[in-house]
């Protein structure tokens, strides 16, 4: 449950972001939104790259969108797993 309403937050976060892109909100407010947007990319990149460099050929092949998922939701995408792991 955690994790999906972490993640249901993510996605509005993302929206917030990137729609400043398209109509920028009011002039200290763009800035702010720019610089988040910037710190999500690069914080969110990091992660996904450290995940693309640990997984094999195989796994890339397996789950195509894994990377993907943990570049729009970080942590929490990680949380997810761990707990679909504990529940086999």
Partial sequence: MFTLI?????LI????LLFNLIMPYP???N???YLALAMFVI???LQAW????????????????KIM????FGVF??????KNDSNK
């Avoid at 976060?13 to 917030?16: A, G, L, M, T, V």
């Avoid at 998922?69 to 729009?72: P, V």
């Avoid at 995408?77 to 761990?82: D, I, P, R, T, Y």
């Fill in 69 to 72: 998922r943990m570049f729009i």
């Fill in 43 to 45: 914080i969110h990149g």
């Fill in 31 to 33: 800035l702010v939104a």
């Fill in 50 to 65: 450290l995940l693309s460099s640990t997984l094999t050929r195989q796994e890339k092949q397996q789950d195509r969108f």
């Fill in 13 to 16: 976060i993302w929206i917030f």
């Fill in 27 to 29: 002039k200290p407010a």
């Fill in 6 to 10: 972490g993640k249901i937050v993510y």
């Fill in 77 to 82: 995408e990680v949380l997810s797993w761990k």
